[in-house]
């Protein structure tokens, strides 16, 4: 690990070739930058490394797993935002919704009804998405397009969560393209929600697109990108697989 003054160089220069990265693919389809939020997948990485990114400006970060994020959250909690962007069990949303201000994986209506019932007892208010499988692969968590209905008109209906949005994962493969129709399908769906008034106005956010497509994901409509590798690259960390 390197010594934490030693940290910032690499880590900005990974940060602005990521970001200079979001913004010559929102130029290519005419979106402003703006609009799209980065969010540093940390699961990986130590206090150092979080502590140099809070530092560099970054205020969005992302972990997967709730008990292996507690020890890392906690200390930064007052300088950035927290995303939960794994697969939540629902005898860990107590725990999760008093780390985190973001969950990107709401999949069930029995996840979504724990954490509203949990948020209402709590006093909080969580911003949501709703995790959607549009790979047809069979292994990743997420409800199915079919089921999204049902789950938006609950979100809807909710007394303490907020709901804002959609989230997906592209296939596993070494070709960022195969992820497109994906990620154009997710847009598609959330417009179609917003269109027939099924959902708030607020309901606008795509969280979709990791290190190996996330220009794609831009150029579909991403506005929460979950970035790991790409900003650790040269930090000697273990993968951050994301």
Do not use: Y
Request: charged share 30%; net charge neutral; hydrophobic share 45%.
């Amino acid at each position: 690990m390197m010594p934490s003054t030693s940290l910032e160089e690499p880590l900005r220069r990974n940060l602005e070739e990521v970001r200079g990265r979001i913004r010559a693919a929102c130029a290519r389809v005419r979106r402003d930058p703006d609009e799209v939020r980065l969010v540093a997948v940390t699961k990986s990485v130590e206090a150092e490394v979080i502590r140099a990114l809070v530092r560099l400006g970054v205020s969005d970060l992302g972990e997967n797993r709730v008990q292996a994020a507690a020890p890392k959250v906690e200390p930064f909690q007052r300088d950035a935002t927290w995303h939960l962007i794994g697969h939540l069990q629902g005898n860990k949303a107590r725990r999760a919704l008093g780390l985190f201000a973001w969950i990107h994986s709401v999949d069930s209506l029995a996840l979504l009804d724990r954490i509203d019932r949990l948020a209402a007892e709590l006093g909080q208010r969580p911003k949501v998405l709703l995790q959607l499988d549009l790979s047809g692969e069979g292994t990743k968590s997420g409800a199915s397009a079919e089921e999204l209905s049902a789950l938006a008109a609950r979100a809807a209906s909710a007394r303490a969560l907020e709901a804002v949005g959609l989230m997906t994962m592209g296939p596993l493969s070494s070709d960022p393209e195969d992820s497109r129709p994906c990620f154009r399908r997710l847009r598609e769906l959330r417009d179609d929600l917003r269109q027939n008034g099924l959902v708030a106005e607020t309901f606008h956010h795509l969280s979709m697109g990791m290190t190996d497509d996330f220009e794609i994901a831009v150029e579909e409509g991403a506005t929460l990108v979950r970035v790991g590798r790409a900003l650790f690259r040269g930090l000697e960390q273990p993968d951050a697989g994301v």
